[in-house]
């Protein structure tokens, strides 16, 4: 799949690494299932404007009413700074984490992660916002998971991606509610 033209404007003032996170899910058809690198591309299309979807995005105290999947989200939405976040993937045991802040470009994109002892894994989680002709907004998480823990992550990898696709869709419903009033 190609880089979307409409993600160019993001790229090009975008730190070094979301380029790569971008490009890495571009690819991600082609890597191998059973390897030290997955990754997890979910979108969905909002009937909103990136400003109304990132409104809603960064409301981080709303979460607990319509986001099941990452229901509770602490601290500065700043470059640098911890989140601390609640996850509740469907089928697992909630889990909280700590991850840091790497990326804030207001109404395109977030991105925030974290590692486990440097080498044994390592993982990003990529909020992005891509405007669409007639007002609409494309809405991708991007999640990679690296290392060699990776090796022995894939059912909970493939849960993640359900609680993802579960976002998304309570994401657009939210954003298009408010919308209409």
């Known amino acids: 799949m190609p880089l979307q033209t409409s993600l160019a404007p993001v790229l090009a003032t975008a730190k070094p690494g979301l380029h790569t996170i971008v490009e890495d899910a571009a690819m991600s058809r082609k890597i191998n299932k059973v390897s030290m690198h997955r990754i997890i591309d979910a979108s969905i299309t909002v009937d909103a404007t990136p400003e109304e979807v990132w409104a809603v995005l960064t409301d981080f105290q709303s979460w607990e009413t319509w986001n099941d999947f990452i229901p509770a989200v602490e601290g500065n939405l700043k470059e640098g700074e911890r989140l601390r976040i609640r996850v509740v993937t469907p089928g697992l045991k909630p889990m909280t984490f700590t991850p840091e802040v790497y990326v804030v470009h207001p109404l395109q994109a977030i991105v925030w992660g974290g590692s486990f002892l440097k080498v044994m894994y390592l993982g990003d989680h990529t909020f992005l916002l891509e ?33 993802y696709h579960q976002m998304n869709r309570a994401l657009k419903e939210r954003v298009e509610k408010k919308k209409g009033g």
């Not at 290392?147 to 894939?154: K, Q």
Request: glycine residues 16%; aromatic residues 10%.
């Open 131 to 163: 405007p669409l002709p007639d007002g609409k907004t494309r809405f991708r998480q991007i999640e990679r998971f690296m290392g060699p823990m990776v090796l022995f992550m894939g059912g909970m990898i493939n849960k993640t991606e359900t609680g």
